[in-house]
């Protein structure tokens, strides 16, 4: 077994725990070395990011639904989550959609602002395009819990599920997302621009989506996963 393979299984592993994982899969390494490796290859741990999204006291929180969930069908279970990109300009907010099943980044948004708003049309924007998920999970951020942005899922009967206070992991498909973005693109070319991020972040999401091979997927890609692994409604009914 090796490094990338325990870290993709496990992104929230250290490296001495992805040297034991090694190790007792029949590996021979030492932890030193494992440690080498991965600051050499820029392999590090999936924590909590920066906490763009506060939290809203006053707003209503629903719990997270996605538990021991079996993912099996795409449109089963959509995310979002927002990550901010440092420019020469100051700080912009990205947000995308993401389909669980088969990792497709369905749409994202470049916003110079946090407002609601904006998040909630480009929900609608998405849903208008690729149908409705049976589950939308977000994480607790005042954006996500705002009326605005619940009101679309209500109106399209979508069941909302959300993170667990302080629980990143419990969205970690978005998590590795970011992570992929940024160290295959956005730290490497180090965009001055909003135009330039823009053009970036497009080529990049195409070539996740039609390119990119996933181990997580059987080595596949997200766009022929999404496509040929849809089912009929009846199917969809059966396996949930």
Same mark, same amino acid.
């Given at each position: ?8 299984? /496990?992104?929230? +592993? ?8 090694? #190790?007792? #899969? ?20 999936? $924590? ?10 006053? /707003?209503?929180? +629903?719990? %997270?639904?996605?538990? #021991?969930?079996?993912?099996? +069908?795409? *449109?089963?279970?959509?995310?979002? &989550? ?8 100051? *700080?912009? +907010? ?16 470049? $916003? *110079?602002?946090? &407002? ?19 589950? $939308? ?18 109106? %399209? ?13 419990? #969205? ?23 135009? &330039? ?9 195409? $070539?996740? *989506?039609?390119?990119?091979? /996933? ?15 849809? %089912? ?9």
């Amino acid at each position: 077994m090796k490094i990338k393979e325990v870290q993709i299984e /496990h992104p929230y +592993y250290g490296y001495r725990r992805i040297w034991r994982e090694i #190790n007792k #899969n029949g590996g021979d390494t030492t932890e030193t070395t494992v440690r080498r490796v991965m600051r050499r290859f820029g392999i590090t741990a999936v $924590f909590p990011g920066k906490n763009l999204s506060k939290a809203c006291k006053y /707003h209503k929180k +629903y719990p %997270y639904l996605l538990r #021991n969930k079996v993912i099996r +069908y795409p *449109n089963q279970v959509w995310s979002t &989550d927002i990550t901010y990109i440092k420019l020469s300009t100051g *700080n912009v +907010y990205l947000m995308a959609i993401i389909d669980w099943f088969s990792r497709k980044v369905l749409s994202w948004r470049v $916003f *110079n602002t946090m &407002d609601a708003l904006q998040y909630a049309n480009l929900l609608k924007e998405t849903i208008e395009e690729y149908g409705c998920p049976a589950i $939308f999970n977000t994480d607790q951020g005042s954006q996500f819990t705002s009326d605005v942005f619940i009101k679309v899922l209500v109106d %399209y009967d979508i069941q909302i599920s959300m993170d667990g206070k302080e629980r990143a992991l419990d #969205n970690i498909r978005i998590e590795r997302l970011w992570r992929s973005l940024k160290y295959e693109d956005i730290y490497l070319k180090r965009y001055e621009t909003m135009k &330039d991020l823009k053009a970036g972040i497009n080529a990049y999401f195409n $070539f996740y *989506n039609t390119a990119r091979f /996933h181990q997580s997927l059987d080595y596949n890609v997200p766009d022929e996963m999404y496509k040929c692994f849809q %089912y009929n409604e009846l199917e969809r009914k059966r396996a949930a």
